[in-house]
């Protein structure tokens, strides 16, 4: 690996007193008098059969000869730029990708402890808060298309807007709806039209979030689903992050499998897959029964190149995070990291830094070593994923099961494991290999009497 640098050429963003006394003598050589600004960013070159991966690139952009803007515009028109150069980066050059490990994204940081998944907040993709300027209160009425929703409550707050729960004043059954920002319109009607798609899928059989209909309310977009009831990250907190047992995680496991089976058929992927998005539909009348939720990132699998960035910086998968080609096998990557969160009650890999959780993956340099070779320091935080040579030493962190069919359960889950982290996408198990694989069909029969 070689750190090779972008740099930026800045054609008079700034004058300087001097400057503008020059310009009050000499009118003619103002341009003369302007200053050049160099700005470096940190490139990861991975080698490839069709490049040389020793040799450095530099690229040199002019910018804008216009006033500078300052505040909000200037974050605004830099995230504008920093997308367009990812872009055209991955459009010319895809075996080269930037790795933001010193600045990270603040919307992907997780706040809190390191253990902990990545929860959403209401940070936009500039790093800007921004708030729902809407006041939804009890007993307020949103008209839909189909029914009319009486609120009762609020569930929860995201990225993309304020959940509420409500009740269909045709036949009082409670339903979630979704209230999304009006910067968020276009991406709200991205996820409806997933979702329609998904309604064809049949989502009670395939244990996907079932999808009502899509409305306007004082200009903005709700989005009305059956309500469920905790997610997953949710149980294993309220439990006091306990982990899940290997039967719990075994019936989990197989009602997700067949849900992204079924995406999968229909050419989508859901990418954005993490503890927080898999919900429990009544842990009390239904255990373990659970559903797969938030489809706002969700894409056809022929677009998802053109989409970026995905997924939850834990669960991301390797060639998200190096800018390679990408297929549903994300999701597949995504679920295991999932899975082992249940068996563990915390994270595999980091949530907090991409590099770091490249470093997890293939035992790269290590923090003082990096900052030595680049001068970049990393965002280092102890967990788990220090202290693990392999998939293996899982079965470490728990007392060994006394019972033979517990031990064999504990290995069939470790294989399973293994195969959906494979780094290699094109070799990654399928969902549909991970039903009925002849390694792993022991660990999905039903539960076994105890």
Request: aromatic content about 8%.
């Amino acid at each position: 690996m070689r750190v090779v640098t972008l740099q930026q050429v800045g054609n008079g963003d700034e004058h300087t007193g001097n400057d503008d006394r020059d310009h009050q003598g000499e009118e003619g050589n103002a341009g003369q008098h302007r200053q050049q600004k160099l700005k470096s960013f940190e490139m990861c070159n991975v080698p490839s059969k069709k490049t040389n991966p020793t040799t450095d690139i530099t690229i040199v952009m002019r910018a804008n000869r216009r006033k500078t803007p300052t505040g909000r515009a200037a974050m605004a028109l830099n995230s504008s730029r920093a997308r367009a150069k990812k872009g055209r980066l991955r459009r010319y050059c895809p075996t080269f990708v930037l790795i933001t490990c010193a600045i990270c994204r603040r919307g992907n940081n997780t706040p809190g402890s390191s253990n902990l998944p990545n929860r959403e907040n209401t940070m936009d993709d500039r790093g800007i808060s921004v708030k729902l300027n809407l006041k939804l209160e009890k007993y307020v009425v949103l008209q839909g298309k189909l029914s009319v929703y009486h609120t009762e409550g609020f569930l929860g707050e995201g990225s993309y807007g304020t959940v509420v729960k409500c009740t269909k004043l045709d036949n009082e059954e409670l339903v979630a709806v979704k209230v999304l920002r009006k910067d968020c319109f276009k991406e709200g009607k991205k996820e409806a039209k997933i979702l329609r798609k998904i309604l064809q899928l049949d989502p009670e059989k395939n244990n996907l979030l079932k999808f009502i209909e899509s409305f306007k309310y004082k200009g903005y977009l709700c989005l009305a689903f059956e309500i469920l009831d905790v997610s997953v990250f949710d149980f294993i907190k309220s439990r006091g992050f306990v982990p899940l047992s290997l039967s719990e995680i075994r019936v989990i496991a197989q009602q997700l499998l067949v849900a992204l089976n079924a995406l999968k058929s229909a050419g989508l992927v859901h990418a954005d897959i993490k503890p927080d998005n898999i919900m429990f539909v009544n842990h009390r009348s239904q255990p373990l029964k659970v559903k797969l939720i938030d489809f706002g990132l969700a894409v056809k699998v022929s677009k998802l190149w053109f989409v970026g960035t995905v997924q939850a910086i834990g669960y991301r998968a390797p060639e998200v995070i190096l800018g390679l080609k990408m297929d549903e096998s994300v999701d597949m990557w995504s679920l295991g990291c999932s899975l082992a969160y249940m068996y563990l009650g915390y994270n595999l890999y980091p949530t907090h830094c991409v590099y770091e959780v490249i470093r997890a993956i293939f035992r790269l340099n290590t923090p003082a070593e990096y900052t030595n070779a680049t001068g970049y320091g990393t965002q280092f935080k102890s967990g788990i994923y220090n202290r693990l040579h392999s998939l293996d030493d899982l079965l470490k962190t728990r007392p060994r099961p006394m019972n033979p069919m517990e031990r064999e359960d504990s290995l069939g889950f470790i294989s399973l494991l293994k195969q959906m982290l494979l780094v290699d996408p094109e070799v990654r198990i399928t969902p549909g290999d991970a039903l009925s694989h002849p390694l792993n069909v022991c660990w999905y029969i039903p539960l076994r009497s105890e």
